[in-house]
């Protein structure tokens, strides 16, 4: 058997960065429906051209199927797009279409033995790859009948025509059979009759149970503070918080804390990045909620880590879920800002430790997975020659470890 061949700047994401997309785009939906589709099609549309100039063939599938076929239109609530290709023509979609993709603002988020997922504009498509057994074919525990594969049919959606296996509502009543709801109504399996208007409380319950659980276990060393990346390599982060991480990282190139603060101790660099580098995020005006999850409040400057590291500890900031109300209420100066900064008056060492043992960092991976502002404090602290202040870490399960020596 030939060695699968390799998609080396896969970000390789977790459960965790998968869940937390959902969670935000479910969120955003509400606001942005809109834009989201159109990136959908737009997505859609791109990796068909490149699968095509590539000679690669393939087919719509999962439910993006279900939604083009049935409703002619995507699937709302569906968090992914889907796309079927023989695994045969692995090799040509890792050396020939990804580069393709990449061009287009594609960016590899998994790769393993069924498929490869790639994402663009927070959406993201799981390209699959089909094995053929007999008369069946399919991947991983998903196996169907290999008589709708055989050939294909083309359906018209958006104005462009797609590839879909032969007979699709016959194999789409095999993939998700229908069934009465309580009502009396005849629903698919994978949509729901009725939205759950607790689902974002639900995804947000499972977050703190799974990631925010908290036990304290200990101090952090100074070497070991120093060994930290300031973000996991294949966290959602680094897409969604990109220009602020970028600036303090030297666009990615920086990973560990250790690397940040040598990078900032040269030549004054801290001091002309702020100065020459920095674009203040406009807050003069509320952001749709939640704040946190949030693309104009992230993505319109990045200015949120290089000020933490420029000005330090600060008494009375304003946490990202009080944002909003800062901003009706108290206006000026504008949240974030340089002079808003200013205004805060520094802590005192004492007060520094204090409010550390009482908010503890999360490690996952040797990275900081929440603290990210406070890190970024004590980083401009050690640059100005200070003491290190011990943090305290959380362990919440054996996947959320601080790497030890």
């Not at 990449?102 to 069924?114: L, P």
């Not at 399996?189 to 304290?216: E, G, H, M, T, Y």
Request: glycine residues 4%; positive net charge.
């Amino acid at each position: 058997m030939s060695e699968k061949p390799q998609i080396t700047d896969c970000l390789n994401w977790q459960d965790a960065d998968f869940r937390y997309l959902k969670l935000r785009l479910e969120s955003r939906r509400k606001y942005n429906l809109n834009i989201e589709l159109q990136t959908r099609r737009e997505n859609i549309e791109i990796l068909s051209q490149a699968l095509t100039e590539c000679d690669i063939p393939f087919w719509i599938h999962g439910k993006t199927l279900l939604g083009i076929i049935r409703y002619k239109q995507f699937v709302i609530e569906d968090h992914d797009d889907d796309i079927g290709v023989l695994s045969e023509y692995r090799t040509n979609v890792c050396s020939r279409l990804y580069p393709k993709l990449k061009e287009n603002g594609f960016q590899a988020i998994r790769y393993n033995d069924t498929m490869l997922s790639v994402i663009r504009n927070d959406r993201y498509i799981d390209i699959c790859f089909f094995e053929q057994d007999k008369d069946k074919i399919g991947y991983g525990k998903k196996w169907f009948p290999k008589k709708y594969f055989e050939k294909f049919d083309s359906v018209l959606f958006h104005g462009r025509e797609y590839p879909v296996p032969s007979n699709a509502e016959k194999l789409l009543e095999i993939m998700y059979p229908k069934r009465v709801d309580k009502q009396g109504i005849l629903t698919d399996l994978c949509r729901p009759a009725k939205k759950d208007k607790n689902k974002l409380k639900q995804a947000r319950r499972w977050i703190k149970s799974n990631v925010l659980q908290k036990k304290i276990i200990s101090s952090l060393s100074f070497e070991q503070f120093l060994d930290c990346k300031i973000e996991d390599d294949a966290a959602i982060n680094w897409t969604l918080r990109g220009p602020h991480l970028d600036l303090i990282t030297n666009n990615g190139e920086l990973r560990k804390i250790v690397d940040i603060i040598e990078y900032f101790k040269a030549n004054s660099r801290l001091e002309d990045i702020k100065n020459n580098h920095v674009i203040e995020t406009d807050t003069s005006e509320p952001f749709e909620e939640p704040v946190n999850l949030n693309n104009r409040f992230w993505q319109t400057g990045n200015n949120y880590l290089l000020y933490c590291i420029y000005y330090g500890f600060r008494k009375n900031m304003v946490s990202y879920d009080m944002a909003n109300n800062y901003i009706r209420n108290v206006k000026e100066p504008r949240l974030y800002s340089a002079e808003y900064f200013e205004k805060l008056q520094p802590m005192n060492d004492s007060e520094i430790e204090e409010m550390l043992k009482a908010v503890p960092l999360i490690i996952n991976r040797n990275a900081i997975v929440h603290g990210k502002h406070r890190a970024c404090a004590m980083i401009g602290r050690i640059i100005a020659g200070k003491s290190y202040i011990p943090f305290y870490i959380e362990k919440h399960a054996p996947r959320f470890a601080l790497k030890t020596q």
